[in-house]
């Protein structure tokens, strides 16, 4: 198992600029590469490291993307243990045991 960091900048429909900085895990089981991310309890898979880390970007967008539409961003980030203090907040981090 080896530790990532997955940096990224989504931008969404309107306008809003998403910067993230995330913790990840990739292992391999059986023929498969996993990466896994606990801050967001998100995983994606691949044949190799290289289609995994890309399927974690899909993944990651899409989760963030609905989560936009649906303005559920905060309320999802709060059930994954994340301390968030306002809404208007720019750096939001999560919290560890």
């Keep these: 198992m080896s530790n990532l960091l997955f940096e990224g900048q989504l931008e969404s429909s309107n306008g809003t600029t ?3 900085k995330l913790e990840m895990y990739l292992f391999q089981e059986d023929d ?3 990466v896994y991310c606990p801050a967001l309890d998100l995983s994606a898979y691949g044949d190799s490291e290289e289609e995994a880390k890309k399927a974690f970007d899909k993944t990651f967008e899409l ?5 936009l539409r649906k303005k559920t961003l905060y309320e999802d980030l709060k059930n994954h243990g994340w ?3 306002s809404k208007k907040q720019k750096n ?4 560890t045991c």
């Design 18 to 20: 998403l910067h993230a």
């Design 83 to 85: 301390n968030i203090r």
């Design 63 to 67: 989760h963030i993307l609905y989560c």
């Design 92 to 95: 939001m981090k999560q919290l």
């Design 32 to 34: 498969s590469f996993i």
